[in-house]
């Protein structure tokens, strides 16, 4: 029975290491796949990164991503002159007022190029 009881114990203080190693794994996958920036939302995701979304409101460090991400997804460059061109065409597109998407709500931010 010494036998057993000192395998469950060396087992059991491994536990929290394992337990530690898995919680670390979680997160970091989370955290991933939540800050991709090569995802593109959805003209609904798009008007809520900010609140004061229209034509004469500054881009969230956030709807900046997506649009580089947009543009990058249709092959176009992300340079200063496509973002600016882009931003116009999403804001039409998505129809986009004081941050909320009044026209194609569920489509995403690249069909709008």
Do not use: K, W
């Amino acid at each position: 029975m010494l036998h057993g009881t000192s395998g469950v114990a060396h087992a059991t203080q491994r536990l929290p290491f394992r337990i530690a190693g898995l919680a670390l794994t979680g997160i970091l996958v989370a955290s991933l796949s939540a800050c991709s920036s090569d995802s593109v939302p959805t003209c609904s995701e798009y008007a809520r990164m900010s609140p004061d979304t229209g034509f004469f409101a500054p881009l969230s460090s956030d709807q900046e991503d997506a649009l580089a991400a947009s543009l990058r997804s249709a092959g176009y460059d992300d340079g200063a002159f496509n973002m600016a061109i882009a931003t116009g065409e999403v804001l039409s597109y998505c129809n986009i007022v004081s941050g909320v998407a009044n026209a194609n709500q569920d489509q995403l931010i690249s069909n709008a190029h």
